[in-house]
């Protein structure tokens, strides 16, 4: 997330970003892996949209994340809609298509595919 991080500061005026916090990927209700255990995020699945969003606030702020964050609905529609799960990252153009979607992250996340892209897309907006 830091490469994500820097990128949304240096395209601020080319592109807004979004973190979309979908369901949660190890809850300690389900399965645990040792990793959350160190980190402590340890967390159970949210059964209403006020626990989801209070995950969602606690992520970010872990993530050190300065971009708003929207939060999928407990039938995880957004999730099911762009296979969010593992994460994933997204450029959408203002069409509405989709210019990028990474590999399932977070080992699937290329930064400088991402950059690649953005610089395009900047390049689009700035030669109209």
């Given at each position: ?25 190890h ?61 994933r990252?997204?450029?959408i ?36």
């Amino acid at each position: 997330m830091p490469a994500v991080q820097t990128l949304s500061e240096q395209f601020a005026s080319t592109a807004e970003f979004f973190m979309v916090y979908i369901r949660e990927a190890h809850p300690s209700d389900a399965w645990q892996i040792s990793a959350n255990e160190r980190d402590e995020v340890v967390h159970a699945s949210p059964t209403t949209d006020a626990e989801r969003c209070g995950l969602a606030q606690t992520c970010t702020g872990q993530l050190e994340i300065d971009f708003p964050a929207l939060v999928d609905g407990l039938d995880n529609a957004t999730d099911e809609a762009y296979t969010g799960w593992p994460e994933r990252i997204y450029l959408i153009g203002r069409d509405g298509r989709i210019r990028y979607k990474s590999g399932p992250g977070p080992f699937g996340f290329e930064p400088d595919e991402l950059k690649a892209e953005l610089e395009r897309l900047s390049m689009e907006t700035t030669c109209k």
